[in-house]
């Protein structure tokens, strides 16, 4: 008897403790995801993790970027945003250490690329400066910008307006020194987009950027969120979108990359690893063939990298014949 109230005991403890982990797993956590927007928006963005374990952005040679300057643009909602531009290659061999005004030479003649981040870390991150090295070898410029609250630009409450509007900004400062210059923009992960939906508002206001760089894109905000990996255990229970997605839409972080560039004109090229296990390759896809129905297909092209090149969801930039692409869409979109 004393044997099997033991084993009683312990198959109630043990139902007791998978009952008390499932009301925290399935109901506690969302419940608390659906009410507190600060953590929307801390789990979404990220901006204060995966920081570079040097910060000194105002000497961009410390992370070996030569011909680099580090400057900030002030808003007119008041923020000021850390920025860097790295010259393209050929003005760096032309003037060495001599060079004129970085602002001057926007106007040069080489084209321009802004740079928007994902969530999380900085401009000078290890990979994106590793990206920043292969487009300054084929002669770009490159702004790369942190937007608010993140690096060492102004801490300010985060949502989609604000750093749409950061990236607006930046793309009008740049505009109005490169004096016709084309101007591209990549975005990668969140970056993708914020890029579409700033490029999309630009076009409003009848500026038009030569061309988008989408590298690990999603269609929509919510369709990543139902992807992520710690979200598909949650999707299949009914009040899944109630908790996890409405809260987050009604929290002002939408994000609707298919909306924003189904009536765009600007030229758009996709990039995404087959291996991502962050965005799923299939977003890209599912933005690809959307906005294809809704506007000229020749102005889209989706380049998707098979798994066996592990590039994951960071790593494209290590594609051998990344610089070839890139030149490649920036003459497609020069013609």
């Given at each position: 008897m004393c044997i099997n109230c033991n084993k009683r005991k312990a198959c109630y403890t043990t139902v007791g403790f998978f009952s008390i982990a499932f009301v925290i797993i399935f109901l506690l956590v969302p419940a608390i995801w659906r009410y507190s927007p600060s953590i929307q928006k801390s789990m979404i963005f990220l901006n204060h993790d995966f920081m570079p374990d040097v910060q000194n952005y105002s000497y961009p040679e410390v992370y070996g970027m030569d011909g680099t300057r580090n400057f900030y643009i002030d808003t007119k909602d008041n923020i000021t945003l850390g920025v860097w531009h790295i010259l393209p290659r050929n003005l760096i061999v032309k003037y060495g250490k001599n060079e004129p005004s970085y602002e001057e030479l926007l106007s040069h003649g080489e084209p321009i690329i802004i740079y928007m981040h994902?969530?999380?870390?900085?401009?000078?991150?290890?990979?994106?400066?590793?990206?920043?090295?292969?487009?300054?070898?084929?002669?770009?410029?490159?702004?790369?910008?942190?937007?608010?609250?993140?690096?060492?630009?102004?801490?300010?409450?985060?949502?989609?307006?604000?750093?749409?509007?950061?990236?607006?900004?930046?793309?009008?400062?740049?505009?109005?020194?490169?004096?016709?210059?084309?101007?591209?923009g990549w975005g990668h992960s969140l970056g993708t987009g914020i890029g579409a939906h700033a490029f999309s508002l630009l076009e409003k206001e009848n500026i038009y950027p030569s061309g988008l760089i989408l590298e690990a894109p999603f269609n929509k905000i919510s369709e990543a969120i139902r992807e992520y990996s710690t979200t598909k255990v949650l999707r299949?229970?009914?009040?899944?979108?109630?908790?996890?997605?409405?809260?987050?839409?009604?929290?002002?972080?939408?994000?609707?990359?298919?909306?924003?560039?189904?009536?765009a004109k600007v030229p758009v090229l996709i990039l995404h690893a087959q291996d991502d296990i962050i965005i799923p390759y299939q977003l890209s896809e599912n933005l690809y063939n959307y906005i294809t129905t809704t506007r000229n297909s020749e102005l889209t092209e989706l380049v998707i990298y098979d798994a066996q090149y592990k590039f994951g969801h960071q790593y494209i930039c290590r594609d051998k014949e990344l610089e070839k692409k890139i030149e490649k869409f920036i003459q497609k979109c020069l013609k």
């Open positions: 994902g969530n999380s870390g900085a401009r000078a991150n290890n990979l994106r400066m590793k990206l920043y090295r292969k487009l300054r070898d084929i002669n770009c410029h490159v702004i790369a910008v942190d937007y608010r609250s993140y690096a060492d630009s102004t801490d300010a409450e985060l949502d989609e307006t604000g750093l749409v509007s950061d990236v607006m900004e930046t793309y009008k400062w740049v505009h109005k020194r490169a004096k016709g210059i084309p101007i591209f299949y229970f009914p009040w899944f979108d109630f908790f996890i997605i409405d809260p987050v839409i009604a929290n002002g972080i939408v994000f609707d990359t298919e909306q924003n560039l189904k009536n």
